[in-house]
C-alpha cells in the first residue's frame, strides 16, 4: 500500500466514530441518566423518565454502536437513518430501529424513515429525554418537503444548486426553506429534552448548517433562499418558490455537543504522519473552501518551491463547479488530484492523496485520488486523454486507467476530504 494511503485509512481507524461517542460518554451512577465530562455536561433522568436514541447521517449507525456500548441498558428505543449501502444494515441495533434513507439525493426511502423516525419520537414524554446523533449526511437522509413540492422536486433542486458550484451553506439554506423538518423545525417533533452529539462535515461547525440544523432556530430567511436560487439557477421553478417558508427563528435550541470535526481528523492524520514517516509534517489548520482548479494550481506551486522533504496535511471540501450537462464519472477529490497530476506531469519527487473520509467521492464508487508525476502518463498509456477527462468532469475514468483511485468502500464516517502532499 502507498504511504499516503496507509496514513490516510489509519487515521481513519483513529478517528472511529464509536469510539469517538464511547470515550465521551459515561453512564451516570445507578443508570439514571449520562454525563459527557469533557463538556462539564450530564442529563438526570427524573421520575419514570426513559433514555431514547435517535439519529441521521452518514455516521449514524457507527455513532449509535458507540451509545449502546456505554448507555445500552439505559435505551428504551429510538430510529437511526443511514446511508443505503452495498452492505445490508441490520433492522434493529439492540432497541433502536435501523432505517436507511438515499444520499446525496433524497428518495422515497429517506421519506419513509423520517415518518418512522417521527412516529418513535412522538412516543417520548416529557420525563424522557432523547440523545440524537447528527453527522453530516443528514440533510438527505432526514427528509419532509413542504406542502406544495413533491420530493423529486426537492431533490432535483439540491441537485442543481450542487452542479452550480454552490457551498453547503447555501444548499443547506434552501433545504432549510423547502423542509418540516430542517432549519429547527425537528424540536416540535420532542415533547421531551433532547441532546443533540454532533460528528461536523462542515467549516467553522455551525450547528445550523450541519444536517441543515434540524434543532437550530434558523438565522436565514425565505428571501435568502430565494436570493440563492434566483442566482444559482438560471430557472428556477416556480413552485419550488412558492413552496419556501420561513423557519422558526426564536426557538431554544437543545445542547449540542461536538465530538469531533475536520480539524480533529487533520490533526490525527499529521500526527500519524509523523508517527509513519520521517519528513517534515506541515499541518495547515485552515479548512479548504477555494475551488478545486485554483487549490491544483497552489498545490502545483508548493511542489515547485519545496526546499526540503515535507508532507503538507491539509482538509475541507475544495467547490468544483459542473458546466457540463452531461458530466461523467468523478468528484472534488478526484478532480483535483487528477487536475494537479496534469500541471505536474512528468515531474518527480511528489505525491498527492485527496479523499473524503465517508468513503464517497461524487458519483462512483471512489474516495478519492492518488497521483503523482507519472499519473497522466500511465493513464494515457491506457488510452485516456487526461485533458478531455477533465473537461468532461470524468476524472474517475482517468484515474482508472492508471491505478490512481483511493477505494475505501462506505466507511460510516464524514469528517470531511483529507488532503496529503508529500514533497521529496
Known amino acids: 500500500m502507498h504511504p499516503l494511503e496507509n496514513i490516510f485509512r489509519t487515521t481513519l481507524d483513529r478517528c472511529a466514530p464509536d469510539w469517538l461517542v464511547s470515550s465521551k460518554l459515561e453512564p451516570r451512577d445507578g443508570d439514571r441518566g449520562f454525563a459527557i465530562p469533557t463538556s462539564r455536561f450530564d442529563v438526570k433522568l427524573a421520575g419514570p423518565g426513559h433514555l431514547w436514541m435517535f439519529g441521521a447521517g452518514k455516521a449514524a449507525l457507527r455513532m449509535a454502536q458507540g451509545v449502546l456500548e456505554k448507555l445500552g441498558p439505559q435505551i428504551r428505543g429510538g430510529v437511526i437513518i443511514m446511508p443505503d449501502g452495498a452492505t445490508p444494515p441490520p433492522s434493529k441495533l439492540g432497541p433502536v430501529e435501523v432505517m436507511v434513507g438515499s444520499h446525496p439525493h433524497p428518495t422515497e426511502k429517506s421519506l419513509a424513515s423520517t415518518r418512522r423516525l417521527l412516529e418513535i419520537a412522538a412516543m417520548c414524554t416529557a420525563n424522557d429525554h432523547a440523545l440524537f446523533l447528527l453527522s453530516g449526511g443528514a440533510s438527505a437522509l432526514l427528509v419532509s418537503p413542504n406542502d406544495g413540492i413533491t420530493l423529486a422536486e426537492k431533490a432535483e433542486v439540491a441537485r442543481a444548486l450542487m452542479d452550480s458550484g454552490a457551498p453547503i451553506s447555501e444548499l443547506n439554506t434552501v433545504r432549510k426553506h423547502l423542509s418540516q423538518v430542517k432549519g429547527g423545525r425537528l424540536i416540535s417533533k420532542f415533547r421531551c429534552g433532547v441532546t443533540v452529539l454532533v460528528l461536523s462535515d462542515v467549516a467553522g461547525n455551525s450547528v445550523a448548517t450541519i444536517g441543515s440544523g434540524p434543532f437550530v432556530a434558523d438565522l436565514t430567511t425565505r428571501a435568502d433562499a430565494r436570493r440563492i436560487l434566483e442566482s444559482r439557477l438560471s430557472q428556477p421553478s416556480i413552485r419550488v418558490l412558492a413552496a419556501l417558508t420561513e423557519t422558526p427563528q426564536a426557538t431554544a435550541s437543545p445542547r449540542h455537543v461536538l465530538l469531533a470535526d475536520g480539524h480533529e481528523m487533520a ?114 498509456q491506457a488510452g485516456v486523454n487526461v485533458a478531455q477527462a477533465l473537461a468532461r468532469f470524468d476524472s474517475y475514468s482517468a484515474l482508472l486507467a492508471a491505478g490512481a483511485l483511493v477505494r475505501t468502500g462506505l466507511t460510516g464516517n464524514n469528517l470531511q476530504d483529507l488532503h496529503l502532499l508529500r514533497c521529496d
Open 267 to 380: 490533526r490525527v492524520a499529521a500526527q500519524v504522519a509523523r508517527e509513519q514517516t520521517t519528513v517534515n509534517v506541515i499541518l495547515n489548520e485552515t479548512p479548504i473552501e477555494s475551488g478545486a482548479l485554483g487549490l491544483a494550481a497552489d498545490y502545483a506551486a508548493t511542489v515547485a518551491d519545496r526546499r526540503q522533504p515535507q508532507l503538507l496535511v491539509r482538509f475541507g471540501e475544495p467547490i468544483l463547479r459542473i458546466t457540463r450537462a452531461q458530466a461523467g464519472r468523478g468528484g472534488r477529490s478526484q478532480h483535483l488530484a487528477l487536475a494537479l497530476a496534469d500541471h505536474l506531469r512528468g515531474i518527480p519527487g511528489w505525491s498527492f492523496l485527496a479523499a473524503g473520509t465517508d468513503g464517497i467521492d461524487g458519483n462512483n464508487d471512489a474516495a478519492g485520488g492518488l497521483v503523482d508525476g507519472g499519473t497522466c502518463q500511465r493513464a494515457e
